[in-house]
């Protein structure tokens, strides 16, 4: 199996260090990443100017650094191995999960991935920098990936969200109850007016869904779709509100 790991926290994350390692039980493994930081970029593209890469080694495994973003990375990945497999993002530094799924780079680059026709499947954890190692969730992303890569779920697309020491695994939905997302006002260092743009947490989560697993200590996995359309609005609306 050949699998392609990208990220969007750079390829020099620890994170993307720990996937690379766990995904080279499941076959043969190949780091293509942004050089720098790229979280919350979401699906962008650099349509309008050149990419290129530098070879770097991340522990065992060759890796390309890539001046572009995480969906870049995994078209260019794809452009220069003869067949990729599965495009495997992360391990985020942070979760994944709710709205956040909209701006997340991780989630975009396995997105892209399924924009090919490719298996993409996103995971992230809380940061590592606040809380430790990965140790204690690994024997759960081992289960995690035998079951998406060898056991052909129907979904092309997975977002897969991990407590640091999980207590099971369980598939869910995506919350979209709230949006998380609020303008913080502040002042830079020369008294002018600056905002930041920042996810508060929130208190109330639905049972069922990403954030509520989370909360659970549970491993989220959640199959996603590519096609956004509402069927329920569409049936509806195109016979009530039908254009003669
Ligand atoms: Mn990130």
Known sequence: MHILIANDDGVFSPGIAALAKLASEFGEVRIVAPDVEQSSIGQAISPSRPLSYRRVRIGAFEAFRVNGTPSDCVALGIHHWER??????GINQGLNVGNACW??????AAKQAALFGVRGIALSAPSIEDHGDYELLMPSARRVLHTLLTQKPLALLHNVNFPLDPKGIAWTKQSVRHYDGKIVPAQDPYGRKVFWFAALPIEAVEPGTDRWALTQDLVSITPLR??????DCLSEDSKRLAFD
């Open 84 to 89: 990729v497999d599965v495009v495997l993002s």
């Open 103 to 108: 701006h997340s780079g991780t989630l975009a």
């Open 226 to 231: 590519l096609d956004l359309t509402d069927q």
